[in-house]
Structures are given as structure tokens and as C-alpha cells.
């Protein structure tokens, strides 16, 4: 027999799985939205936002009652803790995924132009980091969550070509500068979504390990950087 606490927390476990099929599916509509100039794929995320909110407050607010009710310690406790971070990180993504879906609703309504930026190869990364971050929770390996902090400083790289390519590209040709700025805003917003990839997957190594490996993330992501200068 299960006892209650138990089903609680297989309960939270499943309820921030769903939230983050949607979180995956808001990303991957909005960049085939951006792909395709599909203003139905856009107006599919900006609907769904709002189930993304009212799943983020649900999980809160089960979460809190059973660190209220129960007292969970050791790897309950740093499971809880984790599912109530990774929450927060998985509605940011729903954000970011609106807002590529508005910045195509722009493109839309301007003409199409060639631009020297692979978002969709961008957004290939990106929506692999985010679904191996919820293998990693799903599966509880934090090797599989370690996987994905080698893949964020990737995303880094390219939208740091995007940016040199799209500002070149804006100053030789500035009638196509909103398109350009848009596809710069699309790429930044697909970064932001890597980071929060990672955050989840620092996150799950917390819970499965009990180890904090969040200023190590930073301080690779730092050298990685000084390198590049450099080269």
C-alpha cells in the first residue's frame, strides 16, 4: 500500500511532467511558426499560455503543502525544493516561447528576406537541450542533466555568430532591419531558453547528488568566453 506522502509526491512528479510537455511543445510550435511564417502554430503558444501559469501555480501550491504537512527530509526534501525551481524555469520558457511567437507575427507582416542566421538549426539545439533536461529529471541521471550543461555553451556560440552576422547585415542593408532584429530577438530569446534548460538540469543534479554545481556552470561558461576573446 502506498502511503499518502508517497502519492503526493508521484502526484507533483506528474503534474510538472505535463507542465514541461507543454513548455516543449510551446517551444517547438514557435519555432516552426518561425520556420513556416505560421501564425496559427503562433497564435496555438500565445493560447496556451495560460495553461502553462495555471500549471506553474498548481505545482507551487501542491509543493508547498507537502513541505507543510509532511516535513520531508534528505532526498525528499531536495526533490521538492528542485521540483519547485525547475517549475519556475519551465514557465519562463513558456514566456520565451511567446515571445518568438510575437516576434514572428511581426516578420509575418513584413517582407520575406534572406538572412545570413540558421534559426532553425539554433532551435534544434535548443529544443534537444530542453527535452534531455526532462529525460534527466524523468529518469533521475544526472549524467544525462550533466550532458546538457556541455551543450549550453553551443547555444552561446550561436547566438553570438547571429548577432555579429545580423548587425553586419543590418548596417549594409538597412531596409531589412526589422526583419533582421527580429530574427536577433528570436535567437536571443532561444538562448534564454538553453539557460533555463540548464537551470533545470543543474537542478536535477542538486536532487539526485545534493550537489550545488551552479558557480561551476558560471565559471566554465566564464572561461569559455575568455577563450573565445582570445582566439
Known amino acids: 500500500m502506498r502511503t499518502r506522502f508517497q502519492q503526493?509526491?508521484?502526484?507533483?512528479?506528474?503534474?510538472?511532467?505535463?507542465?514541461g510537455g507543454l513548455a516543449e511543445l510551446a517551444v517547438d510550435r514557435a519555432c516552426q511558426a518561425y520556420t513556416?511564417?505560421?501564425?496559427t502554430r503562433c497564435?496555438?503558444?500565445?493560447?496556451?499560455e495560460s495553461l502553462i501559469n495555471a500549471a506553474e501555480r498548481e505545482i507551487d501550491e501542491m509543493a508547498f503543502d507537502i513541505l507543510a504537512t509532511q516535513q520531508p527530509a534528505a532526498v525528499d526534501l531536495r526533490f521538492i525544493l528542485a521540483v519547485t525551481k525547475i517549475n519556475?524555469?519551465?514557465e519562463r520558457v513558456g514566456d520565451q516561447a511567446v515571445n518568438i511567437a510575437e516576434r514572428v507575427m511581426d516578420?509575418?507582416?513584413?517582407?520575406a528576406v534572406e538572412l545570413p542566421v540558421d534559426i532553425p538549426r539554433m532551435a534544434t539545439a535548443v529544443s534537444a537541450m530542453v527535452r534531455r533536461a526532462l529525460e534527466s529529471f524523468v529518469?533521475?541521471?544526472?549524467?544525462?542533466?550533466?550532458a546538457v550543461l556541455e551543450m549550453d555553451h553551443v547555444v552561446d556560440r550561436m547566438r553570438d555568430e547571429s548577432f555579429i552576422v545580423l548587425v553586419r547585415k543590418m548596417n549594409e542593408e538597412p531596409q531589412v532591419t526589422q526583419q533582421a532584429l527580429d530574427a536577433l530577438l528570436v535567437s536571443r530569446n532561444l538562448e534564454r531558453v538553453a539557460d533555463h534548460a540548464t537551470n533545470i538540469s543543474e537542478d536535477v543534479i542538486f536532487w539526485v547528488l545534493g550537489a550545488d554545481v551552479r558557480h561551476h556552470a558560471q565559471?566554465?561558461?566564464?572561461?569559455?568566453?575568455?577563450?573565445r576573446r582570445e582566439q
Open 8 to 19: 503526493q509526491m508521484e502526484d507533483l512528479r506528474e503534474k510538472l511532467l505535463r507542465m
Open 36 to 39: 513556416e511564417r505560421d501564425l
Open 43 to 48: 497564435r496555438l503558444v500565445l493560447e496556451n
Open 88 to 90: 519556475a524555469d519551465l
Open 107 to 111: 516578420l509575418v507582416g513584413l517582407p
Open 139 to 146: 529518469e533521475g541521471k544526472a549524467e544525462l542533466a550533466q
Open 219 to 227: 565559471a566554465a561558461s566564464a572561461a569559455q568566453r575568455t577563450e
